[in-house]
C-alpha cells in the first residue's frame, strides 16, 4: 500500500508544477478555491471529438501546438478548410486533488462539447479508449462516476481512488521520502490514471526522474 | 446499551415533512396542478423516494418532457440529491415553516450545480462510494474491502425498502472498535450555506486519552460562529461536549458520515 500525507501531496504537485512550468505545460494552481487548505492543480486540453484521439507524439513537449499540427499534417487541399472548421473538440479540465479518506492523489474532470455542454456520464464511458475500456467498463460503476468536487462544490467526473495505494506500490515498492520521489510518485501515479481519460503525460516527465532516489530506508 | 440502540432506531425513523408542487414553466395545464405531499425519510435520497411524485406530474407536463430527469428546488437553490434528506432540509429548511415547500422542475436541469441521476444505479454507487470513504478513514477501508459484495447488497437494500434490522446487522461492523481506541478518524462533513462542505481528519481521541467532542471540531473548523448560530446534526441541536466518537457511532448517516449542519443566525 503505497499513501502520501496532505503534506507530501503538496509537496508533490509543487514540484510537479515546476516541470510543467519547465516544459512548456499547462498545469496550473487553482485560484478559485475558498478552503485555504484546500490544494488543487488543473490543466485545460482539447481533444478532437468522435474518437477520443491520444496525442500521438509523446516525445514532444509543445502540447499546446501539437493539435494544430495534426491538423495541417491532415490538410492539403485547401477545400477541406471547410470541413476543419466544423471540426468538434470536446474541452477537458483535469483536476488533481487530495483524498483524505485515501490517502492519495485523485483525478477529477470535466469535459464540455464544443457546444458548452456538459458530456453525460454515458457520454465519458464511451470515450474511454479501447486500450483502458476493459479495465474501465468492468467495472465502470465502481472507476469512473459523476461527483461532487471536494474543493469546488460542484459536479465533477471522478476515477475512484480505491485501488490507488495497491496500485502505486505495485510499481513503486518503496516509500517516497522527499520532493523528488514524491514527484515520481505523482507522475507515476498520472501515468496511471489520466491515460483512460484522454489525459497523456509527456515523456520528457519520466526522462527528469533521478536514477537513484535519495531515500534510505 | 439498550438505550443507545434506541437511538439508533429514532434515528432511522426520522421523517420531514415535504410539499412538491410543479413549477409553472413546466405546466401544461390550465389551472395550477394540485401539489403533491408527503413524508420523506431523513435517511433517504430524493431519487429513491420520488417515484410517485414523479409519476403524479408526468401527465401534467408537455410529452417532449416525459422523458426527462426531474430535479427539485427549494427557495431557488437546486437541491443536490446526492445528500441525504435530512441534511438538506436542515440546511434549505430547518423547520421554520411546515410542510417544506418544494418545486418540482422537468426543464432546464442545472447541470453545473447538480449531479446527474437518471437511474438508482447512480445513488447506489454514491452511496457506496460515500461508505467506502467512510471506512478509509475509520478502519483505513479494511473492514468495507473484506466484505463480501452480498453485504454491500444487503446495506443498500435495507436503506432503499426502509428496514433498519437488514441494515444494521452489516453496519454494526462498520461501526466496531475498541472501546480505547474508537475509529482512526471521524468520518464528518461540515455543511455551510454558499460553500463546498468542510472534510477534515480528526481523531476522536487527543493524545493524551481525552474523548475529542463536537466543540472541538468546531473550534477548529468553524471559522466564524456566533450567538444565535445554529450547530444542527439529524435535526437536532446537540450538546458541544458530546464525544465525537459517540456522535459518529449513533447520529451518523447510512453513508457513514456525520453531517453537521451550520446555519448561521439570518441577518
Redo the contacts between chains.
Keep these: 500500500m503505497s499513501t502520501i500525507s496532505?503534506e507530501e501531496f503538496k509537496t508533490a504537485c509543487l514540484e510537479f508544477l515546476e516541470l510543467s512550468k519547465k516544459f512548456g505545460d499547462s498545469w496550473k494552481l487553482r485560484s478559485d478555491i475558498?478552503?485555504k487548505?484546500g490544494l488543487c492543480i488543473h490543466k485545460v486540453q482539447h481533444i478532437k471529438s468522435k474518437s477520443l484521439k491520444e496525442l500521438k507524439n509523446k516525445t514532444t513537449c509543445k502540447i499546446d501546438r501539437q493539435l494544430e499540427e495534426e491538423e495541417e499534417e491532415e490538410s492539403s487541399d485547401p477545400a477541406e478548410m471547410e470541413t476543419h472548421n466544423t471540426t468538434h473538440f470536446t474541452t477537458y479540465d483535469y483536476h488533481i486533488v487530495y483524498?483524505?479518506?485515501?490517502?492519495v492523489p485523485v483525478l477529477y474532470f470535466n469535459a464540455w462539447h464544443s457546444s458548452g455542454?456538459?458530456l453525460?456520464?454515458d457520454d465519458v464511458w464511451e470515450g474511454v479508449d479501447v486500450t483502458h475500456r476493459e479495465q474501465i467498463l468492468s467495472n465502470k460503476?465502481?472507476s469512473l462516476?459523476?461527483?461532487?468536487?471536494?474543493?469546488?462544490?460542484?459536479?465533477y467526473f471522478q476515477l475512484?481512488p480505491?485501488n490507488t495505494a495497491k496500485l502505486i506500490a505495485q510499481v513503486l515498492p518503496q516509500p517516497p521520502c522527499d520532493a523528488a520521489t514524491l514527484r515520481t510518485y505523482l507522475i507515476c501515479w498520472l501515468s496511471m490514471f489520466g491515460p483512460p481519460v484522454g489525459l497523456e503525460i509527456p515523456l520528457c516527465y519520466f526522462a527528469e526522474q533521478n536514477t537513484e532516489s535519495g531515500c534510505v530506508k | 446499551m439498550a438505550e443507545d440502540r434506541e437511538i439508533l432506531r429514532e434515528v432511522w425513523d426520522g421523517r420531514v415533512p415535504v410539499c412538491v408542487q410543479l413549477a409553472s414553466e413546466d405546466c401544461n395545464t390550465l389551472s395550477a396542478p394540485d401539489p403533491y405531499y408527503l413524508m420523506v425519510p431523513r435517511l433517504s435520497y430524493f431519487p429513491l423516494v420520488m417515484d410517485k411524485v414523479r409519476k403524479h406530474f408526468l401527465r401534467l407536463i408537455s410529452s417532449d418532457l416525459q422523458e426527462a430527469e426531474m430535479w427539485l428546488e427549494s427557495d431557488g437553490m437546486p437541491l443536490k440529491w446526492h445528500y441525504p434528506v435530512g441534511v438538506l432540509f436542515d440546511l434549505h429548511c430547518g423547520g421554520a415553516s411546515l410542510p417544506w415547500a418544494l418545486t418540482a422542475h422537468f426543464s432546464h436541469f442545472p447541470e453545473q450545480d447538480l449531479i446527474r441521476c437518471p437511474t438508482r444505479e447512480v445513488v447506489e454507487s454514491h452511496f457506496m462510494s460515500s461508505l467506502k470513504e467512510a471506512d478509509g478513514l475509520k478502519h483505513r477501508g479494511q473492514i468495507i474491502t473484506n466484505m463480501k459484495s452480498k453485504d454491500h447488497k444487503q446495506l443498500w437494500m435495507g436503506l432503499c425498502n426502509d428496514k433498519f434490522d437488514q441494515f444494521w446487522a452489516i453496519n454494526r461492523k462498520l461501526m466496531e472498535s475498541t472501546p480505547e481506541e474508537g475509529f482512526k478518524f471521524i468520518p464528518f462533513r461540515l455543511h455551510s450555506p454558499s460553500q463546498a462542505p468542510i472534510q477534515r481528519l480528526i481523531r476522536p481521541l487527543t493524545e493524551d486519552g481525552r474523548r475529542v467532542t463536537l466543540a472541538d471540531l468546531l473550534l477548529e473548523y468553524l471559522s466564524v460562529s456566533q450567538e444565535g448560530d445554529r450547530v444542527v446534526i439529524q435535526g437536532i441541536e446537540v450538546p458541544h461536549d458530546t464525544p465525537l466518537q459517540w456522535l459518529s457511532e449513533h447520529l451518523s448517516h447510512p453513508d457513514n458520515f456525520l453531517h453537521i449542519c451550520y446555519i448561521p443566525l439570518q441577518s
Design positions: 496532505y475558498q478552503d487548505d483524498s483524505l479518506s485515501h490517502s455542454q456538459l453525460t456520464l460503476w465502481g462516476t459523476q461527483t461532487e468536487h471536494p474543493l469546488l462544490g460542484r459536479p475512484h480505491c
